[in-house]
Each structure stands twice: as structure tokens, then as C-alpha cells.
């Protein structure tokens, strides 16, 4: 069964710092990986995908993620922070044979000016 | 419209009582997704729509939860005899097509119903 865990479920930095959210994932097939975004009182937003192309993914708002099969992991990154990044983020899992994707916990990211 | 709507936004209701969520995809999308979200814990699917038909609804966790999709277009969950755990946040998706392998088309969220039963 495909699965992800997401470290950390609230991860504070500076504004300007940089932002790292990690993702580590578990699936017998070759994943679809992604990054969603969700701020208070609002749906889910994908930030970016990884479908099996490129393993260093941009995504928007200066946001990426390097799929790295050995570490089964799937972590997102942005170099500088700004306040408006301040949301709660979810790593997903899917894959060619599911419908369903399968999501994280979440991480509430809190940047302080 | 421009997103995926999603009424009522909040609902209260009794343990014991039926209830019905309403999802309204964005236009054109034959593919509509139910999640749950619980407090701190990520969205989980409960069942997938492609067009009229239920394709996939291993996610629903018993027989009191039901979704229905007419005309293939708007959508509702019902849940019978709701009891307290079920509880939470409960999200619909849309996307242009449904395939298995989800990472081929985008999944747009809408912005979720609050249950709480009482």
C-alpha cells in the first residue's frame, strides 16, 4: 500500500530563511509524488508534481522538490521565505494503477518576520 | 464557476441525524474525488466519480456513508445515523478526466464542509 509521512508537523522559520518540508514516501510501484498547499479557510492548492519526468520539479510561488528514489523521499524547498507562505502543506502519493491519492499529515509552516 | 463550490460550509447536526454535503465540480470536469480530513490529520479518500458512475469507492468507510453524482455534474454525500467520530472536514475535487493514475491531471479542491455532530 502506498503511504506518505510527512517530518515535522509544524515547522517555524524566518522570514527569508529557507523553507524545508520533508516528505518520505512508501509504494511497490513507481509513485506520482505531490505538494499541496492549503490556506485557512481555503482548498487545497497543488504546488507541484512529480509524474515520472524530471526528479527536480518546480513548482509555483519559487517552491521545488527533488524526487530521490534511494531516499524515497520528496522533500519541498524554497530558498527565501515570505510571510505568505505561512500555510499548512501536504505531501501525496498516488501511482498508475489508483484513483485515490494518498496524503500526509500535513505541516503548518509559521514564518516569522 | 470558477472553482469548486462546496455547501453548506459548516454544518451542525445530531448524533443519529442524516445529513447531506453538496459539491459542485467546476464546469465541464467528468471527474469528481470525496476526501475526509480530520483535525491534524491529512485528506483520505472515500470515493471517486468518473462521469454518472461511482468508479471507486473503496474509501467509504461503512455502509452509512453514500454519494450519488445524477447527472455528472453536481454531487452529494450522505451519511445515515451519524455518529460523533464522523467528524471533519470533508473535501471534493474535481478534475477534466479520471484515469487511473491520478498524477496525470490535476485535482482542483474545493473548500470543504465542516461537519460536527453533537
Known amino acids: 500500500a502506498q503511504s506518505v509521512t510527512q517530518l515535522g508537523s509544524h515547522v517555524s522559520v524566518s522570514e527569508g530563511a529557507l523553507v524545508l518540508l520533508r516528505c518520505n514516501y512508501s509504494?511497490?510501484?513507481?509513485?506520482?509524488l505531490f505538494w499541496y498547499v492549503q490556506y485557512p479557510n481555503q482548498g487545497l492548492q497543488l504546488l507541484l508534481k512529480?509524474?515520472?519526468?524530471?526528479?527536480l520539479v518546480k513548482g509555483i510561488n519559487g517552491f521545488e522538490a527533488e524526487f530521490k528514489k534511494s531516499e524515497t523521499s520528496f522533500h519541498l524547498t524554497k530558498p527565501s521565505a515570505h510571510m505568505s507562505d505561512a500555510a499548512e502543506y501536504f505531501c501525496?502519493?498516488?501511482?498508475?494503477?489508483?484513483?485515490?491519492?494518498?496524503f500526509g499529515a500535513g505541516t503548518r509552516l509559521t514564518v516569522k518576520p | 464557476g470558477a472553482g469548486v463550490s462546496q455547501t453548506p460550509s459548516n454544518k451542525v447536526t445530531e448524533k443519529g441525524k442524516y445529513v447531506e454535503l453538496r459539491c459542485d465540480p467546476i464546469?465541464?470536469?467528468?471527474?469528481l474525488y470525496w476526501y475526509r480530513q480530520s483535525l491534524g490529520q491529512g485528506p483520505e479518500f472515500l470515493i471517486y466519480?468518473?462521469?454518472?458512475?461511482?468508479?471507486?469507492d473503496s474509501g467509504l468507510p461503512n455502509d452509512r456513508f453514500f454519494a450519488v453524482r445524477p447527472e455528472g455534474s453536481v454531487s452529494t454525500l450522505k451519511i445515515q445515523r451519524t455518529e460523533r467520530g464522523d467528524s471533519a472536514v470533508y473535501l471534493c475535487?474535481?478534475?477534466?478526466?479520471?484515469?487511473?493514475?491520478?498524477?496525470?491531471?490535476?485535482?482542483?479542491f474545493g473548500p470543504g464542509t465542516r461537519l460536527t455532530v453533537t
Open positions: 509504494s511497490s510501484v513507481p509513485p506520482y
Open positions: 464546469s465541464g470536469h467528468t471527474a
Open positions: 475535487a474535481s478534475s477534466l478526466m479520471g484515469t487511473a493514475g491520478t498524477g496525470l491531471v490535476e485535482q482542483y
Open positions: 466519480f468518473q462521469g454518472t458512475g461511482a468508479a471507486d
Open positions: 501525496a502519493v498516488s501511482d498508475h494503477l489508483n484513483n485515490d491519492m494518498r
Open positions: 512529480y509524474t515520472s519526468a524530471a526528479t
